[in-house]
């Protein structure tokens, strides 16, 4: 059964840096079977596709929102995958979830099989 859990969601201001992890089980993260994607959705917004990390050689995609402040790497030791934030905006705040999906990679939230819970993210203006 696959499940994706999500952590390092909080409060910073403007300008500051979080790391989210999204913890995986029932599968490894190395078997080349699943892409990992980050989506946000913000009250009263849609949900916005954030970043996915290939499921074969780990090539990064991201939004043009985020590219450049957000890096997306994954461990798999600990069968983690990160999303490491820096340069946060006010509009970056949302709710950030991770989901899997059996394509190489995909920015489409369709194309995604399984979600975690999700982590609060608030940046302070």
């Known amino acids: 059964q696959v499940q994706l859990v999500e952590s390092g969601g909080g409060l910073v201001q403007p300008g500051g840096s979080l790391r989210l992890s999204c913890a995986a089980s029932g599968f490894s993260l190395d078997s080349n079977s699943y892409a990992i994607g980050w989506f946000r959705q913000a009250p009263g917004k849609g949900r916005e596709a954030v970043s996915c990390l290939e499921n074969s050689d780990g090539y990064a995609h991201y939004a043009d929102s985020v590219k450049g402040r957000f890096t997306i790497s994954r461990d798999n030791t600990k069968n983690t995958v990160y999303l490491q934030m820096n340069g946060l905006k006010p509009e970056d705040t949302a709710v950030y979830v991770c989901?899997?999906?059996?394509?190489?990679?995909?920015?489409?939230?369709?194309?995604?099989?399984?979600w975690g819970q999700g982590t609060q993210v608030t940046v302070s203006s």
């Open positions: 989901a899997a999906s059996p394509l190489i990679w995909s920015l489409n939230a369709n194309d995604f099989d399984y």
